[in-house]
C-alpha cells in the first residue's frame, strides 16, 4: 500500500491541487442540492440524510471518494451563513480570502506552544495581537478560541492580580459565559444586576458598588447578544475609577465597530477597560476561530507564566528562544492569526469599514420595513446589526412557531430573544452582500408567505 501524500513539504502544492478540487465541487454539490440557507426537514432527517451519506466510519478498506461523499454530506447539511436568509446568530459568512489564508495554517500546521514549531507564526501572532489591542487602546492582546474563552481567561487576570475574594458584577444582560466564568473560577456568586432597559444602568450599579463590599470586577457589555445593545461605558468607566473597581467590556460583537469612523464613537470608553474581548468571528468575517483578550497592562499577563522544560527552558530563553507558554491557557494552539493578518492587509482598515458599515445599514433598511409594515412589530431601532421583530398581536408561542417552521423548511434561519418579557424573532445581519429584496423575503416568510 503506498503511503497517502502529506499536505505540506516540497509535494504538498501538488499533492493538494487536486484535493481542493474535489472540495470545492463537493461544496457546489452540496449547497445546490441544499437548495438554501437551511436543510429541510429538521433534525431527524438530516440526521438520518447524513447517516446515510457517511455509512460506515471506519470500514475496513479505506472509501477513495471519501471527500467528495463527506463534503458533500457536511455543505447539504449546513446553516450557510452566506446566505442572506441565514441571519439567526452572531455566525458571519468569512471572507474568501480568510479561508483561503486558514488553507495554509492547515497545511502547514505550526503550533504555537513553542518556537520552533512556529518560528514565523509566533511572530506574525505578536504583530496581529498588537495592532489589534492598539485599535482598542489597549497595549497587547492574547489569541482566543472566542468570547467565551476571552471572558474566561479576562476574570482570570482579575482573580490574580485582585485575590480570590473579587466578585464579578454585571448586567443581566451579560453573556452567559462571565457567571459561568466566575463559577468555574471558584470565584463569589456574581453581582447580577437587572437591566429592564437591556443596557446596564449606571446609577443601579454605583448603588451596587456603594452598598456591597469588594473587591469588584466589572463586566459591560458592548453588543449583547440578543439585541446588539451597548452599554453606557464612558459612565461605567468613570464609576469603576471612582469606587476603584477593576473594568472588562465585552465587545466580542460591537468590537468590530472599532474599525469604522462612523461608528466607532459608540465605543468611546472601550480603552478605560482593563480587559477587553474582541471576536472577528463575529463582525470580522473570519472562519471561526478568532477571538481575542485585550489588556491594558501587559503585566496582568504574568500569571499565565508557566514553565515546562520542553518547550520553555531557561537556557533557552535567556538564548533568545520566545516562550510562548504564557500566551495561553492551552498549550497546542494552531496559528489563528494569518486569516486575520492576510484580511487586515488585504482589505485595509477603510475596507473593513466598509463592510461594517453595510451591515449596519442593512440593519437599519431592515427596520425601517419591519416599522412600515401593518402586521409586524419592532422591537427599537437597531444599535449594530441586530433587528428584533414579532408579528403585531402575536402571542410567544406562535412566534416560536414561525421560527421552527422556517427551520423545518429550509426556508430561513432566524433567531430568538427574550426582552421586556415577550419573545422576538431576531435577525443578526452579517452578511455584507445582503440586499434590500432579501430583507423583504425574510419579512414575508415571517409573516407565512410563499419563499423566493
Known amino acids: 500500500m503506498s503511503m497517502p501524500p502529506l499536505a505540506s513539504g516540497p509535494e504538498g502544492p501538488d499533492a493538494l491541487r487536486p484535493l481542493l478540487a474535489t472540495v470545492l465541487d463537493a461544496l457546489g454539490t452540496g449547497s445546490r442540492a441544499r437548495r438554501g440557507p437551511l436543510p429541510a ?12 451519506a457517511v455509512a460506515d466510519v471506519l470500514p475496513e478498506h479505506g472509501d477513495p471518494h471519501a471527500l467528495h461523499t463527506l463534503v458533500h454530506a457536511l455543505a447539504e447539511g449546513s446553516a450557510d451563513p452566506a446566505d442572506p436568509l441565514c441571519a439567526a446568530h452572531l455566525h458571519c459568512p468569512p471572507l474568501a480570502v480568510a479561508t483561503a489564508a486558514d488553507l495554509a495554517v492547515s497545511a502547514l500546521n505550526p503550533s504555537l506552544d513553542s518556537w520552533d514549531q512556529a518560528p514565523a507564526a509566533s511572530e506574525l501572532e505578536a504583530l496581529v495581537t498588537r495592532t489589534l489591542a492598539a485599535r482598542a487602546g489597549m497595549a497587547d492582546a492574547l489569541v482566543t478560541t472566542g468570547g467565551t474563552e476571552a471572558n474566561q481567561l479576562a476574570l482570570l487576570l482579575a482573580r490574580e492580580t485582585h485575590g480570590p475574594t473579587l466578585q464579578l458584577v454585571c448586567g443581566a444582560n451579560a453573556h452567559h459565559s462571565l457567571p459561568r466564568a466566575a463559577w468555574l473560577l471558584g470565584l463569589p456568586q456574581p453581582l447580577v444586576i437587572p437591566t429592564p432597559t437591556g443596557t446596564l444602568d449606571p446609577t443601579s450599579l454605583a448603588d451596587t458598588l456603594t452598598t456591597r463590599p469588594g473587591p469588584h470586577l466589572v463586566a459591560a457589555t458592548a453588543g449583547t447578544t440578543d439585541a446588539g445593545l451597548i452599554d453606557p461605558l464612558p459612565a461605567i468607566a468613570a464609576l469603576t475609577t471612582t469606587h476603584g473597581a477593576r473594568l472588562h467590556i465585552d465587545a466580542a460583537y460591537g468590537g468590530g465597530l472599532l474599525f469604522s469612523d462612523h461608528h466607532r464613537p459608540r465605543l468611546n470608553g472601550l480603552d478605560a477597560a482593563h480587559t477587553v474581548t474582541l471576536d472577528l468571528h463575529k463582525l470580522g468575517w473570519q472562519p471561526i476561530a478568532a477571538g481575542l483578550l485585550a489588556v491594558r497592562d501587559t503585566h496582568d499577563l504574568t500569571a499565565l507564566h508557566h514553565h515546562a522544560d520542553y518547550l ?16 495561553s491557557l492551552r498549550t497546542t494552539r494552531r496559528s489563528d492569526t494569518l486569516k ?3 484580511t487586515l492587509k488585504t482589505l485595509g482598515r477603510t475596507g ?33 446589526s441586530t433587528v428584533l421583530f414579532r408579528p403585531a398581536h402575536a402571542t410567544d408561542a406562535t412566534v416560536a412557531t414561525i421560527r421552527r417552521r ?20 431576531k435577525t443578526t445581519l452579517l452578511n455584507p452582500h445582503t440586499r434590500p429584496h432579501d430583507l423583504a423575503t425574510l419579512l414575508e416568510l415571517a409573516e407565512g408567505n410563499t419563499p423566493r
Open 312 to 327: 520553555n527552558a531557561d537556557d533557552d530563553t535567556e538564548a533568545g528562544l520566545p516562550d510562548l507558554l504564557g500566551r
Open 41 to 52: 426537514g429538521g433534525p431527524e432527517a438530516v440526521a438520518a440524510r447524513l447517516r446515510h
Open 340 to 342: 486575520i493578518a492576510v
Open 352 to 384: 473593513l469599514a466598509a463592510l461594517v458599515d453595510q451591515v449596519c445599514a442593512r440593519a437599519h433598511e431592515f427596520a425601517d420595513l419591519v416599522t412600515a409594515h401593518p402586521r409586524f412589530e419592532l422591537h427599537a431601532p437597531p444599535t449594530i
Open 406 to 425: 422556517l427551520l423545518t423548511q429550509g426556508h430561513a434561519v432566524l433567531g430568538r430573544a427574550r426582552l421586556d418579557g415577550r419573545l422576538w424573532l
